[in-house]
């Protein structure tokens, strides 16, 4: 008998960084998917088609993952562990969030632990500190959850439901980085200048709870204004760079509504929205320019998991 577990990818709409230090952020999930299966086996071992096999640094959150479950709920530790994925690592569109919470699934899935959602995301969060050190969680909440969620450290994620699909753009910057040394960077602008840090949070707090609410009505336009707000204060932080703002300037010039960083910057990838009219020529005209780019409909599913005999 084995158990798989499907997570989403994810974008984060507005208000990364300032979510770890206690603001308002909006994540949507997205029709992307790390898949993984786990089966019984004489010891642990995991393989991935992104990062080899038991032994690789990348996927040492994976045993983190399995081992806590395993000793939390008095489980054998040894299974088998295999994962494909067709989200990019390093991308910013969640692709170790998603695999947590796949394999926190899982698990709890070829168990038969019974796991609500909350449970897998607190679970998937082992491997995610492991990873990025101070995490805030709405990587692994928005996997988990699916949908689109507003998000803050210490209240359980609001869904924010509206009718029909909203559609954005995502391009990949071709550039990796590491999430946290991205939030060290800014914990240390938040030490050198708390004032203003402050106020920035206060600020971009406020804007996505307008955000969540711009989604809801179904208002692209406002949206995107928003969207290229945030942008702004993102850079002033010093986590975007010249290939972020060049490609956010061509979504822009080429009729966007707005655009933005998202995820933890310094590389990984760059969230749109635009009139229904103008997506396609601006997804042509990004890829032209060398850079994967592609159309996304939210709102989509969140972990699902089932067992296969
Ligand atoms: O690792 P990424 O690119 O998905 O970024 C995570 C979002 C941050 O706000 C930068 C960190 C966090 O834990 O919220």
Redesign the pocket.
């Known amino acids: 008998m084995r158990a798989i577990a499907e997570a989403p990818a994810?974008a984060?709409v507005t208000g990364?960084?300032f979510?770890?230090h206690g603001a308002w952020?909006v994540a949507a999930a997205l029709p992307r998917k790390v898949h993984v299966t786990i089966e019984p086996s004489s010891r642990f071992e995991v393989v991935s088609d992104l990062f080899g096999m038991t032994g690789s640094p990348e996927l040492l959150p994976v045993s983190r993952v399995v081992e806590a479950m395993a000793r939390e709920f008095s489980e054998k530790p040894n299974v088998r562990v295999t994962i494909s994925s067709d989200v990019p690592g390093g991308a910013?569109?969640?692709s170790?969030?998603a695999t947590m919470v796949a394999v926190a699934s899982a698990f709890s899935e070829l168990n038969s632990l019974g796991l609500s959602v909350p449970e897998l995301v607190d679970c998937a969060m082992v491997g995610e500190r492991s990873i990025?050190g101070n995490?805030?969680?709405?990587?692994p909440a928005v996997c988990a959850h699916g949908g689109v969620i507003l998000f803050r450290t210490d209240t359980p994620p609001k869904r924010i439901s509206f009718g029909g699909t909203r559609s954005l753009i995502l391009t990949y910057s071709g550039l990796k980085r590491s999430?946290r040394g991205?939030?060290g960077h800014v914990s240390k602008m938040k030490e050198k200048y708390p004032g203003m840090f402050e106020m920035l949070a206060r600020g971009m707090s406020e804007l996505s709870l307008r955000a969540s609410e711009m989604l809801r009505e179904g208002d692209m336009r406002e949206l995107g204004t928003l969207l290229t707000v945030n942008h702004a204060a993102l850079m002033s932080l010093g986590v975007s760079n010249n290939t972020l703002d060049q490609i956010v300037d061509v979504l822009l010039s080429m009729g966007s509504y707005g655009a933005k960083l998202?995820?933890?910057?310094g590389g990984?990838s760059v969230l749109a929205v635009a009139p229904e009219g103008k997506e396609k020529s601006i997804v042509s005209g990004l890829s032209a320019r060398g850079f994967e780019t592609f159309r996304v409909k939210i709102p989509v599913q969140g972990v699902k998991s089932w067992l296969e005999r």
């Open positions: 994810k984060i990364e960084h979510v770890v952020a910013g569109l969640g170790s969030a990025h995490p805030s969680g709405i990587d999430t991205q939030i998202t995820g933890a910057g990984g």
